[in-house]
């Protein structure tokens, strides 16, 4: 295909050019009706580039087949037989999965345990059974890692009737599975493979990352455009080969809950990273993989800092590393990772991907350069010598892995759909939970709605707020209190 074509902008530009006016939404009227105080911030261009999908960009029928023709050269270009775009993020293309290959009573799903807050959304949604996967877990370092091809194995032996397997890789931390040999111990029962790769969307375009699930079999994958690509917030892709999941099936799934008036401008975006990574992306991920390597050694160099990298690969991690999620253990510094993400924003005026009571996380993009690394460099040298005068943090109890392994005893949907009851951390113990409760970032859901409760969870969960944790999904995000099943 002629991977030089960008459809949706060039539509956009004929939109411009042929003045097309409609007496349709947007009711801005690309940006006549915006507020001045709005448009002195925003500026004019989105609203000039906001405009109707269908019948605006595209005829009522879609006769330009913009979108459909950008979708293709999606496809084309990371090597799927389908690409669908979605302007809800990742959330939603992994909701259409799930329904697509589970939806309905077919026996459940195998998901893996440490799956993101939306696939257990998906749960509740859809009705889905989940039949856990267990992850690795670095019981030293106190996290998860995705599973290995053995774990998701034990989990069709104990259950075989599942209608598909669902992983995440990379997960939020750039550690991945090893998809071939899990898309083989699938597909040798003849089910499909989800992969979430939200944090994958560059994978395609370099041979020196992780391996992008469509090279390995895998027969749904998600992606997060805007996380590791340069898509707008929102711009998602998810993709399709072989024969396990039905297009028009995953389409109509997808079509249960998109919006009926997507944005064009996350549409577009998509469509010019897609053209921008065929083009120049090698170049410009081999310049990324250089300097996140400078920005590795460069924060090796202060004390304390355990920048990680062997340590998560191996045996017990996991099977590849994305090596631009810049992982940093600060333990040994005796202050937390959210100290360290407050006080660099607070300070430095800079964010991190990602901070918990031990680590932070910088994640590179292709667009930072040897300014921006350096940048970091030195706000975390000013930190490193800030951090000595830090109080030290309120401790919190970690669970081991057996204890965050809740029993699940009803089905997400029933458990969070049922009567409910607010009650103190003390009663909540036994009890079964009726909400999700997710330290975030990375939103790894500690508890699942149909899982008992324990005192391990509660301690944690309790202590992490203290320490620092956001909880943004329970009724109480201060974790006094639990939402459990009447
Ligand atoms: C593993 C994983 N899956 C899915 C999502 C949801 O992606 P989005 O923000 O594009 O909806 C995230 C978001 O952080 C994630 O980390």
Known sequence: MDQSQAPLLDALLDYHRNNRYGFSPPGHRQG?????????????????????????????????????????????????????????????????????????????????????????????????????????????????????????????????????????????????????????????????????????????????????AMDAGADVCVVSVHKMGAGFEQGSVFHLQGNLVDPMRLSSCADLLMTTSPNVMVYAALDGWRRQMVEQGHDLLTAELELAGYLRSCLAELADVMVLEEELLGKEASCDLDTTQVLMDISATGTSGYQAADWLRENCQIDLGLSDHRRILATMSFADDKRTADRLVDAMTRWRVAAREFERPPSIQLPSPAQLQLETVQLPRDAFFAPSELVPAADAVGRIAAEQITPYPPGIPAVVPGERLNDGVIDYLRSGVEAGMTLPDPADPTAQQFRVVA
């Open 32 to 212: 006549a009706g915006a507020d001045d105080r709005v448009l002195a911030i925003l500026g004019k261009d989105p609203f000039r580039n906001d405009v109707l999908a269908t019948g605006g960009l595209d005829d009522r029928l879609s006769r330009g087949r913009y979108l459909a023709r950008a979708e293709e050269l999606m496809a084309d270009a990371v090597r799927a037989d389908t690409a669908f775009f979605s302007t809800c993020g990742s959330s939603l293309s992994v909701k259409a999965a799930m329904l697509a290959v589970a939806g309905g009573d077919r026996g459940g799903l195998l998901v893996a345990r440490d799956s993101h807050k939306s696939i257990v959304a998906g749960l509740i949604f859809s009705g889905v059974l989940p039949l856990w996967i267990t992850p690795r877990w670095d019981s030293q370092r106190h996290f998860s890692h995705p599973p290995s091809p053995e774990q998701v194995r034990a989990a069709w032996d104990q259950h075989p009737d599942a209608a598909g397997a669902l992983i995440v890789s990379p997960s939020p931390y750039g550690t991945c599975a090893d998809i071939a040999a899990i898309a083989d111990v699938c597909h040798k029962r003849n089910k499909p493979l989800i992969v979430d790769e939200a944090w994958g969307a560059h994978l395609p375009f370099h041979e020196d990352l992780p391996t992008w």
